[in-house]
């Protein structure tokens, strides 16, 4: 990484070695652990430089970490590694803001260009000759394609088309809407039982139950298995962050996961196939037995995705959300005393603080943005949380604004579910999820306090959330 005297010396900072491309000058420093530390600096992390913990070291993520860079270097590098390391994660905003002020495309991990503005983002996830089937080796060198079952998600056309096409009906904005009262009713279930409860882990809570069970129920998957299903999706998403990031403990879960998902859906499917139900495993199961438009493995890695995105996002969705709104107060209220906000409030949180927070892709041939020539092979990493916070794209993009996508002003649309030919196929069940538990939250509990600020949040990079939100609610 070149920026100047930069070097990859960040107190705390677990980044390995190769994150960054060899020969680029970077190099790491191993910290160990200062139990004497002022306190109000915060913990100091010991890792060594391939991400793993070493023994006697306690690794947190989500608390501030006492930064002192070296001399010399310069606030654009700092920024670029900031961004990345976990004990940031809780807050790389302004690590952000850093990195869109330096000019388009500074150097990042990788060997890729990043790409931190909203104006260079929108033109690159809206041009084809960009494209994201390169992110498996990118991202995951070296990687089994069967332990990365992403299907469409890694492929361009017509692949995409053809396989997107198969799954769209069952995501269509008629469709979903016709599970609201499901939605509903899953909600103040679990409103009422976290109510009850009195203090709860609001991931745990609610969170998590609310996605899996929509996404288990539309794809078909009995009651029995959801358990199984989030702890193989929790392998594959911490999966999807690079492979140097990763300890070798977590590539070999994202492998163990992949396969077991392989296992249990090509079995469920057999089933289906003799008693056929109208869900969406079904349906797949129908398409790839007439032989022509569907294989066994496209269908099965289909179905992986699927369930993960399906639920993975809201999680941290909700997460990020329900935070947001406890730390800006005067906009819970507005919420609470204008219930059709809900709505439009889900694409401000969504914009706000995004769950996904970065994709790649790769020039297919030369292509000139921004003053800079990109050529055949160049590959860029798009940051969207740095995006929806962009002073050239919203007004105060720092500050929630619960009416911010309510129509009194033309405003960008968020980066969140991405743009283009690649946009969430599952944005309008999300949408519908976080908007049921919004009303609920804001209509059903008297009082929500937050128990720990900033929350602990997990290591995952590209889809970015909490690994608990605990919370105290009234009824």
Same mark, same amino acid.
């Given at each position: 990484?070149?920026?100047?005297?930069?070097?990859?010396?960040?107190?705390?900072?677990?980044?390995?070695?190769?994150?960054?491309?060899?020969?680029?000058?970077?190099?790491?420093?191993?910290?160990?652990?200062?139990?004497?530390?002022?306190?109000?600096?915060?913990?100091?992390?010991?890792?060594?430089?391939?991400?793993?913990?070493?023994?006697?070291?306690?690794?947190?993520?989500?608390?501030?970490?006492?930064?002192?860079?070296?001399?010399?270097?310069?606030?654009?590098?700092?920024?670029?590694?900031?961004?990345?390391?976990?004990?940031?994660?809780?807050?790389?905003?302004?690590?952000?803001?850093?990195?869109?002020?330096?000019?388009?495309?500074?150097?990042?991990?990788?060997?890729?260009?990043?790409?931190?503005?909203?104006?260079?983002?929108?033109?690159?996830?809206?041009?084809?000759?960009?494209?994201?089937?390169?992110?498996?080796?990118?991202?995951?060198?070296?990687?089994?394609?069967?332990?990365?079952?992403?299907?469409?998600?890694?492929?361009?056309?017509?692949?995409?088309?053809?396989?997107?096409?198969?799954?769209?009906?069952?995501?269509?904005?008629?469709?979903?809407?016709?599970?609201?009262?499901?939605?509903?009713?899953?909600?103040?279930? /679990? !409103?009422?039982?976290?109510? $009850?409860?009195?203090?709860? *882990? =609001? %991931?745990? #809570? @609610? +969170?998590?139950?609310?996605?899996?069970?929509?996404?288990?129920?539309?794809?078909?998957?009995?009651?029995?298995?959801?358990?199984?299903?989030?702890?193989?999706?929790?392998?594959?998403?911490?999966?999807?962050?690079?492979?140097?990031?990763?300890?070798?403990?977590?590539?070999?879960?994202?492998?163990?996961?992949?396969?077991?998902?392989?296992?249990?859906?090509?079995? /469920? !499917?057999?089933?289906?196939? $003799?008693?056929?139900?109208? *869900? =969406? %495993?079904? #349906? @797949? +199961?129908?398409?790839?037995?007439?032989?022509?438009?569907?294989?066994?493995?496209?269908?099965?890695?289909?179905?992986?995705?699927?369930?993960?995105?399906?639920?993975?996002?809201?999680?941290?969705?909700?997460?990020?959300?329900?935070?947001?709104?406890?730390?800006?107060?005067?906009?819970?209220?507005?919420?609470?005393?204008?219930?059709?906000?809900?709505?439009?409030?889900?694409?401000?949180?969504?914009?706000?603080?995004?769950?996904?927070? =970065?994709?790649?892709?790769? +020039?297919?041939?030369?292509?000139?943005?921004?003053?800079?020539?990109?050529?055949?092979?160049?590959?860029?990493?798009?940051?969207?949380?740095?995006?929806?916070?962009?002073?050239?794209?919203?007004?105060?993009?720092?500050?929630?604004?619960?009416?911010?996508?309510?129509?009194?002003?033309?405003?960008?649309?968020?980066?969140?579910?991405?743009?283009?030919?690649?946009?969430?196929?599952?944005?309008?069940?999300?949408?519908?999820?976080?908007?049921?538990?919004?009303?609920?939250?804001?209509?059903?509990?008297?009082?929500?306090?937050?128990?720990?600020?900033?929350?602990?949040?997990?290591?995952?990079?590209?889809?970015?959330?909490?690994?608990?939100?605990?919370?105290?609610?009234?009824?």
């Amino acid at each position: 990484m070149e920026f100047g005297k930069v070097s990859m010396r960040t107190r705390g900072n677990p980044v390995p070695r190769n994150f960054w491309r060899p020969g680029r000058g970077a190099r790491a420093v191993i910290f160990r652990e200062e139990p004497n530390v002022d306190p109000s600096a915060g913990p100091t992390i010991t890792r060594d430089v391939t991400g793993a913990t070493p023994t006697g070291g306690k690794p947190v993520v989500g608390v501030p970490v006492a930064r002192e860079p070296a001399a010399g270097d310069s606030a654009v590098g700092q920024a670029v590694l900031d961004a990345f390391a976990p004990e940031w994660r809780h807050d790389p905003y302004p690590s952000y803001e850093i990195l869109r002020a330096a000019g388009p495309f500074p150097p990042g991990p990788l060997g890729l260009r990043l790409v931190p503005r909203y104006a260079d983002c929108n033109a690159v996830l809206q041009n084809p000759v960009w494209s994201h089937a390169e992110e498996p080796e990118l991202l995951h060198p070296g990687s089994d394609i069967l332990d990365l079952p992403a299907s469409f998600l890694w492929m361009e056309p017509p692949d995409h088309t053809r396989l997107r096409g198969l799954v769209s009906k069952a995501f269509t904005l008629r469709t979903i809407e016709r599970l609201r009262p499901r939605v509903e009713q899953v909600v103040d279930e /679990l !409103i009422d039982q976290a109510v $009850a409860a009195g203090e709860v *882990d =609001l %991931i745990e #809570a @609610l +969170a998590y139950p609310l996605p899996l069970t929509m996404i288990c129920e539309l794809l078909g998957v009995p009651t029995e298995d959801h358990p199984a299903v989030r702890r193989m999706s929790a392998g594959i998403a911490r999966g999807l962050d690079p492979d140097v990031l990763l300890t070798p403990e977590e590539v070999a879960a994202r492998t163990d996961a992949a396969r077991e998902f392989i296992e249990f859906f090509g079995a /469920l !499917i057999a089933r289906r196939r $003799a008693q056929p139900q109208d *869900d =969406l %495993i079904s #349906a @797949l +199961a129908a398409v790839e037995a007439a032989g022509d438009r569907l294989t066994a493995h496209e269908m099965l890695a289909t179905l992986v995705v699927l369930v993960v995105a399906g639920h993975e996002t809201t999680v941290n969705l909700v997460g990020n959300g329900v935070l947001a709104l406890l730390r800006n107060p005067d906009q819970f209220a507005l919420l609470r005393g204008t219930p059709d906000l809900a709505a439009p409030a889900v694409d401000e949180l969504l914009r706000y603080d995004a769950p996904s927070q =970065l994709t790649t892709r790769v +020039a297919t041939r030369e292509i000139e943005l921004s003053g800079h020539t990109f050529a055949p092979g160049d590959s860029v990493m798009v940051m969207f949380g740095s995006a929806n916070r962009d002073t050239d794209a919203f007004d105060e993009p720092d500050r929630l604004d619960l009416t911010r996508y309510t129509g009194r002003n033309s405003v960008n649309r968020h980066m969140s579910f991405g743009i283009g030919l690649h946009y969430c196929i599952g944005a309008p069940l999300v949408r519908l999820e976080m908007e049921v538990a919004l009303r609920a939250l804001a209509g059903r509990a008297a009082t929500i306090e937050l128990l720990a600020d900033p929350p602990v949040y997990r290591p995952n990079l590209v889809v970015r959330g909490m690994t608990e939100l605990p919370v105290r609610l009234t009824g």
